[in-house]
């Protein structure tokens, strides 16, 4: 079964200790099989709210994914503190 953790049971970024990735590397993440649960939207928001050099999010979705749905999921990544101004965000549909 899948369960999920309480958000109490999950580590939290600690900004006092970065990771060194997140500060100054990392510039690409990709999220193949995107499906737009929360906790995915989650994953992909701390990558928003913390890579400081990120430049591009991709997203992988299955075809029959709606622009609407595609617009849904990208507001909720905008979000005001984001680490890297820059980093856009790509949705890709994919057949698989």
């Known amino acids: 079964t899948n369960r999920e953790m309480n958000d109490e049971n999950e580590p ?5 200790n970065p990771i060194e990735c997140l500060e100054t590397h990392l ?13 995915q939207v989650d994953f992909a928001r701390f990558f928003v ?3 400081k050099v ?3 999010i991709e997203f992988e979705v299955k075809n029959h994914y709606s622009s ?3 617009a849904s999921k990208h507001k909720l ?3 005001e503190n984001r680490a890297s101004r820059e ?8 057949s698989y």
């Open 12 to 16: 939290q970024y600690d900004p006092l």
């Open 27 to 39: 510039k690409k993440v990709v999220f193949k099989s995107f499906k737009g649960y929360g906790k």
């Open 49 to 51: 709210l913390n890579a």
């Open 54 to 56: 990120l430049d591009k």
């Open 68 to 70: 609407g749905t595609v």
């Open 77 to 79: 990544l905008q979000v």
């Open 87 to 94: 980093a856009r965000f790509e949705f890709r549909t994919t």
